[in-house]
């Protein structure tokens, strides 16, 4: 199991919003899907489905840097870091991608109303990425469940 922690004083800049289509206005233009990693950084990538379809805003993503790998107990430490940590904001398909990754291993993270958490896949462990320099890391479809439930 890896524990997340956060910095609680230092608060990140708040990003851009993604555009959202409103009645007569076209669909916002979505993140590009091709990218080609500069050779000493990594590039991650996925997309976030909520109930079953794209979430209705976009979602701050984060990478925590894993800083004791899971051992034989099966206890590991990741930092997850809001102010420092790589960070990606989700498109309108919930597609988000993390760009100029230094390699090594990390957690997936995301913003909820309490703060930066790591998120958890459908067996209950942490979503681990190790990322290598030059090469894409594709997480496929992170299933999430509402915030409160």
């Given at each position: 199991?890896?524990?997340?922690?956060?910095?609680?004083?230092?608060?990140?800049?708040?990003?851009?919003p993604?555009?959202?289509?409103?009645?007569?206005?076209?669909?916002?233009?979505?993140?590009?899907?091709?990218?080609?990693?500069?050779?000493?950084?990594?590039?991650?990538?996925?997309?976030?489905?909520?109930?079953?379809?794209?979430?209705?805003?976009?979602?701050?993503?984060?990478?925590?840097?894993?800083?004791?790998?899971?051992?034989?107990?099966?206890?590991?430490?990741?930092?997850?870091?809001?102010?420092?940590?790589?960070?990606?904001?989700?498109?309108?398909?919930?597609?988000?991608?993390?760009?100029?990754?230094?390699?090594?291993?990390?957690?997936?993270?995301?913003?909820?109303?309490?703060?930066?958490?790591?998120?958890?896949?459908?067996?209950?462990?942490?979503?681990?990425?190790?990322?290598q320099?030059?090469?894409?890391?594709?997480?496929?479809?992170?299933?999430?469940?509402p915030?409160?439930?």
């Amino acid at each position: 199991m890896l524990l997340g922690c956060a910095q609680a004083t230092p608060t990140p800049t708040e990003p851009a919003p993604v555009a959202r289509p409103t009645a007569g206005t076209p669909t916002p233009t979505l993140l590009s899907r091709d990218h080609t990693p500069k050779p000493d950084l990594g590039v991650v990538q996925g997309t976030l489905v909520l109930d079953g379809q794209p979430p209705a805003e976009s979602h701050m993503m984060y990478l925590a840097r894993v800083i004791k790998p899971q051992g034989d107990d099966g206890m590991g430490v990741a930092a997850l870091d809001p102010v420092n940590d790589p960070r990606a904001e989700s498109d309108a398909s919930g597609y988000f991608v993390f760009l100029d990754v230094p390699p090594g291993q990390y957690g997936l993270g995301i913003m909820s109303p309490s703060g930066p958490v790591l998120i958890r896949g459908e067996d209950g462990s942490e979503i681990l990425s190790t990322i290598q320099a030059g090469q894409t890391v594709d997480l496929g479809d992170i299933h999430i469940v509402p915030f409160g439930q």
